[in-house]
C-alpha cells in the first residue's frame, strides 16, 4: 500500500508518451512502500516536441530526484543533461536519470536487465548470432548486451534507412570490438535463417498494436534452437512470443528486464538495496488481474 502523500514527499517516475500502459509505477511504489520510505514514483506524459521544456523546467522541481525514460526518449534525452555517465554514453541511449545537486546525471540500465534472464540460460553465445528489429534507444541498449553475451555477429534491422545508417555509425563509433550490420527490413527472412536469437526491440505487437514485427511464416525460418525476446511485457505473452513458443522454441517476454532495469534504476536513486522480489511480485499480480 502506497503511503500518505505529503508536503515532503520526494518524486520519482517514469517519462515517455504514451506512457499510461507503465507498470513501472506498480513495481517502483510497491518496493518504496515496502521500504517505508517517503517517496512516489509516478507517470510524466510528456510528448517529443515538449521534451527539452520538461528537463529544463523540471529541474526547478526541487522534489522530483529523478526519473527513467521510455519511447521514445531515450535518445533525444542525451543532449538536454548535464552528464552522462560512461554505460549510457557506450550504448548511446539514457533510460535513467538522477538529480545531483543541481544536475541532471543520466545513465542506462537497460542492457543489464535484458541480460538477466539470458544469464540464466545454459548456452554457448558465441555460436548464437543476434538479430535486434528495431534501431532505437532500446535497440543500442540490446546491442550492448549482445557484444557482452559474447555473439559472433550482431544484425540490426529497422525500416528507415536513415535511422538506421546514424545507428550503424554511433554504434561503431562508441562500441568497437565488434561485429555489427545494419539491414532494410526486407531482409529479415534471410537473416532469421542463420540467427540464434531474435530481439523484438520494436513497439510492434504491445496490446494497443495487433500486428506483430515478423510474420508466421517468418518465424518458420528459425532454426529449432533459436531464442525469441521479445522487450514488450504487455500482452503477456505477445504474439510474436505465441508463435515461437508454437514451434518449441525459447520464448522471454521483457517482464525480467522491467524488473531487473527498474531495480537497478530505483538503486542508483536512493544509494540502497531494493527488495526486487516484491517488485516482481507487484508486477506479476498486475497483469494477472
Not at 529541474?59 to 534525452?77: D, M, W, Y
Request: glycine share 8%; hydrophobic share 45%.
Amino acid at each position: 500500500m502506497l503511503g500518505s502523500v505529503v508536503g515532503t514527499t520526494k518524486i520519482l517516475g517514469v517519462m515517455g508518451f504514451p506512457v499510461s500502459h507503465s507498470l513501472s509505477p506498480v513495481m517502483h511504489n510497491a518496493a518504496i512502500a515496502a521500504m517505508g520510505l517517503d517517496y512516489v514514483y509516478v507517470p510524466l506524459p510528456i510528448a517529443v516536441e515538449d521534451l527539452p521544456t520538461a528537463i529544463a523546467g523540471l529541474k526547478a522541481v526541487r522534489s522530483l530526484q529523478g526519473f527513467n525514460l521510455t519511447i521514445p526518449h531515450k535518445v533525444e534525452v542525451m543532449s538536454l543533461l548535464d552528464e552522462i555517465l560512461p554505460i549510457a554514453k557506450a550504448i548511446g541511449a539514457v533510460n535513467t536519470v538522477k538529480r545531483v545537486g543541481d544536475r541532471w546525471v543520466g545513465t542506462n540500465t537497460d542492457a543489464a536487465g535484458f541480460l538477466e534472464p539470458l544469464k540464466q540460460l545454459n548456452c554457448d553465445w558465441s555460436a548464437k548470432p543476434a538479430i535486434v528489429l528495431g534501431s532505437g534507444g532500446a535497440a543500442k541498449a540490446v546491442v550492448a548486451a549482445c557484444l557482452e553475451l559474447g555473439c559472433p555477429m550482431i544484425h540490426v534491422v529497422g525500416r528507415d534507412p536513415k535511422n538506421l545508417k546514424k545507428f550503424h555509425g554511433t554504434m561503431t563509433s562508441q562500441l568497437r570490438d565488434y561485429n555489427l550490420r545494419v539491414h532494410p527490413w526486407t531482409s529479415i527472412p534471410h537473416l532469421l535463417e542463420v540467427a540464434g536469437i531474435v530481439i523484438n526491440a520494436t513497439p510492434i505487437g504491445m496490446a494497443s498494436d495487433p500486428h506483430t514485427p515478423i510474420s508466421e511464416a517468418e518465424m518458420a525460418l528459425l532454426p529449432s534452437q533459436s531464442i525469441a525476446y521479445d522487450l514488450i511485457y504487455t500482452p503477456r505473452p505477445t504474439k510474436f512470443l505465441q508463435m515461437a513458443a508454437a514451434r518449441g522454441l525459447t520464448a522471454i517476454d521483457g517482464l525480467e528486464m522491467l524488473i531487473n532495469q527498474g531495480a537497478i534504476a530505483l538503486e542508483f536513486w536512493l544509494e540502497q538495496p531494493v527488495p526486487i522480489e516484491i517488485m516482481r511480485r507487484s508486477l506479476t499480480t498486475a497483469l494477472s488481474r
